[in-house]
Nanobody, 123 residues
């Protein structure tokens, strides 16, 4: 089970860090991903990190602004978001997968979705 937290209201240009805590099977055996879903839109890939944290990839829309990381000792994956834009406004979810597909990560390959956390970026 995954639980995302850390969302909130932030001004454009600001920063925020999301966390996703995992419980259950060994966290370190899963590839972890962040996805987001804006109102009226489908859930989309944001960032992914492999089991060891060595391989990482991002959606083009967030590359250079967002940083994904994980702490396997704390069963937690993070998403540091800088230079936020209004178009980043969405509900953010973390998911777990057995497979690392980099930029080709798909929603269908991830599971254990918990409750998301809402990010609103104001102008």
């Amino acid at each position: 089970q995954l639980q995302a937290s850390g969302g909130g209201l932030v001004q454009a240009g600001g920063s925020l860090r999301l966390s996703c805590a995992a419980s259950g099977p060994p966290f370190s055996t899963y590839v972890m991903g962040w996805f987001r879903q804006a109102p009226g839109k489908e859930r989309e890939f944001v960032a992914v990190i492999n089991r060891s944290g060595v391989s990482i990839n991002y959606a083009d829309s967030v590359r250079g602004r967002f940083t994904i990381s994980r702490d396997n000792a704390k069963n937690t994956v993070y998403l540091q978001m800088n230079s936020l834009k209004q178009e980043d406004t969405a509900d953010y979810y973390c998911g777990a997968s057995r497979y690392y597909s980099g930029r080709d990560s798909r929603v269908a390959d991830f599971g254990s979705w918990g409750q998301g956390t809402q990010l609103t970026v104001s102008s």
